[in-house]
């Protein structure tokens, strides 16, 4: 964390405590990016031109399952050693970590067990299960999904995988940064030097600020869930409010920010940025007409804080594009504006 | 063209004369490809599992203007000598080959011509003459376009830069198909047995039969324009009968298919399928939804032909999506099914 709170500290009693965690390092994402380049194609860069400057959008929405997510679960499991690769791993989500986790572990060949909502939709669950992994459904309304994957965990002397408040994670994550600029490089454009972020809960932001430590960093959350621009602008963590307004992204749904990401992010001096649902929207439509890729809402924010001049095109400029998982009947609605 | 016709020919008056033209080649497409890699990354590859066979997906429709038209261009207008540079080039359509040409001629510094309908819809005019082209406009009911471009090529000693019927252009597309094995090769998938490719005037189809002189070859067209299957099963150039149904292909709405280019499938056995509007649009909606990728509905025909059971998944089966430029309004009502 960087500084110490305010003297007469409101949340005193939320103070977190990161000492005995391991952080993550630019070293870690270094050997997540030699990791992943042994197992997966580089995610394709593209270019357009903005005001006679060249953008470049990293397409994570092409990794297999659709997400940026697989980078994250390969950096973990790879780390584990056999004993802890033969009791398997559980993992909490009922989107794109679910299924990153899931591939990753069918790879390794590694049991998963997934807890998802009862509720979660069936196109999720299925292609889960695809992958061999065992979904635990849970209530959403009754029970707490934490609970319920520390306990099968414990039980089963698995490891528990979060979705971004793990060090492993947030370098994996990172790779995506590591490989952008070798892309970057390769079609002869500057270093990056700012690079604009969909955030959660910031492991993907945070491994990438790792990745570039030349750059400024930029994170890009919906109206009424940029908890992780509040948070750096007060120096400490602060949660999404009371009530959030409705958001179609539902990747970026994180209630609060990891102490490991904030800090990463913090140091980092990075700037958050707020986009509303229709700068969402026309991002996604954008990225169909323009690139030809399908975008889901929460992979479009970082794009629509570009076109909605919310981050200014400059030479070394990376966007990032984190997802393309839809619901085919929203996105048609999306589409028809 | 393969055999005679048959005896009392009732085409004798059309017999096509091709003994003076260049015949695209095997060594040709391998220098249109390597070309093509000193300038451009290759096109993404994707996979799926059908039944437990290994699918490979080339996406061209990640080229730079959203279809493999840039390779037949570059091919082309790298081939020009210094003198022919400076005349410049004449195409014309109003599609992908308007926009492969403008887009090899603005890298190359050549002054590119092209005829489109006054019609066209503005956004690809608009983007065609974003790349530096100019447009000349003609009436699609009064005017003949080969005419037009025809004339302005003679007249400015310009060179035409036909869509398919042409050696250079078919050994360019058919540099896909040398990528295409390069990439199969390097995720250890076996080497193209079966290519499955949309068909308009058969560019593409062509050069690849000659970059894959090993794999079976499939065509495929929308019903009612599957002139080229007729014409591969009858041995002879049929063209479109009269008023052929509508439909959503608008890239391929080729009325007679090019000797060049029957000639070579037509020597490889190839086979022609035909697939129905329904069929090409719920492989544009599988594209969106599996590979997140935006497929035009011509570049979803082979990918259609596949998911209606009238290609079988086989090992080293390669399916080729040819272009993904949508009219975004079409597309989400495709997408909402």
Redo the contacts between chains.
């Keep these: 964390m960087r500084g110490d709170p305010p003297c007469k500290d409101p949340c005193a009693g939320r103070r977190q405590i990161v000492t005995f965690v391991r952080q993550p390092t630019r070293a870690g994402v270094r050997d997540a990016a030699d990791k992943l380049a042994k197992t997966l ?1 580089p995610a ?1 860069l ?1 270019t357009a031109d903005f005001k006679g400057m060249t953008v470049a959008f990293k397409a994570e ?2 990794q297999p399952m ?1 997400a940026f997510k697989v980078r994250g679960a390969w950096h973990r499991l790879t780390a584990l050693d056999g004993d802890a690769r033969r009791r398997g791993v559980v993992a909490f989500s009922s989107g794109n970590h679910a299924q990153g986790v899931a591939w990753a572990a069918k790879r390794l060949g590694i049991a998963a067990t997934i807890v998802m909502p009862h509720d979660a939709p069936k ?1 999720k669950r299925d292609a889960t299960m695809a992958l061999g992994a065992e979904v635990v459904g849970y209530d959403r309304k009754t029970e707490s999904r934490e609970q319920i994957a520390a306990r099968l965990a414990e039980a089963r002397g698995a490891t528990l995988v979060p979705s971004f408040d793990d060090p492993w994670i947030i370098e994996g994550q990172g790779s995506a940064g590591v490989e952008a600029a070798w892309q970057m490089e ?2 002869g454009l500057p270093a990056p030097a700012h690079v604009v972020v969909p955030c959660g809960g910031g492991g993907l932001a945070a491994g990438i600020a790792l990745a570039l430590p030349d750059a400024r960093v930029t994170v890009v959350e919906p109206e009424g869930w940029d908890d992780m621009r509040r948070s750096l602008e007060a120096s400490w963590i602060e949660p999404v409010g009371a009530n959030p307004p409705a958001t179609a992204c539902d990747s970026l749904q994180t209630l609060e920010v990891s102490p490991l990401t904030f800090d990463v992010l913090s140091r980092r001096d990075a700037q958050g940025v707020a986009v509303s649902e229709a700068e969402t929207a026309a991002a996604q ?1 954008w990225a ?2 323009r690139l ?4 889901e809402p929460g992979g479009a924010v970082a794009l629509a804080a570009l076109l909605a001049g919310k981050v200014r095109p400059e030479p070394g400029l990376l966007v990032v594009l984190s997802g ?3 619901d ?2 929203a ?3 999306v ?3």
Excluded: H, Q, T
């Excluded at 030809?292 to 975008?295: F, G, M, S």
């Design positions: 194609p394709p593209f929405s092409l659709g196109v390769r079609i439509r169909a007409e030809r890729l399908v975008i393309g998982n839809v085919l009947d996105y048609a609605r589409l028809a504006g």
